[in-house]
């Protein structure tokens, strides 16, 4: 089993930052790829970003493309989205995803086999 927890969501106002955090456990972890998922009210689960844990490639989804950037701290297996530059459009449940394997497409919910709980997000204008 994995467990992920994410911390790091708030309140803001329109224009500013945050940092979301996404901690992995368990006695198996072994991972190739984390990524940041978010859900809007009423919305589906989108892909924002994702890493490939061995290289430390990125993938990030064109609307956040300049503002979010993914990174990660291999020693202490946690994953990282720096959100920069809010929008009220940004207003959602931040999740993270892991995978210990290459099945699946990253941009996809396939892609990933456990997932955090979620934080929350609230973009204010």
């Known amino acids: 089993q994995v467990q992920l927890v994410e911390s790091g969501g708030g309140l803001v106002q329109a224009g500013d930052s945050l940092r979301l955090s996404c901690a992995a456990s368990g006695r198996t972890l072994r991972i190739f790829r984390m990524g940041w998922f978010r859900q809007a009210q009423g919305k589906e689960r989108e892909f924002v970003a994702s890493?490939?844990?061995?290289?430390?490639?990125?993938d990030h989804a064109d609307f956040v493309k300049g503002r979010f950037t993914i990174s990660r701290d291999v020693a202490k297996n946690t994953v990282y989205l720096q959100m920069n530059s809010l929008k009220p459009e940004d207003t959602a449940v931040y999740y993270c995803g892991y995978s210990s394997s290459s099945f699946g497409w990253n941009r996809d919910r396939s892609g990933y086999a456990y997932w955090g709980q979620g934080t929350q997000v609230t973009v204010s204008s």
């Open positions: 890493i490939r844990w061995g290289t430390g490639s990125t």
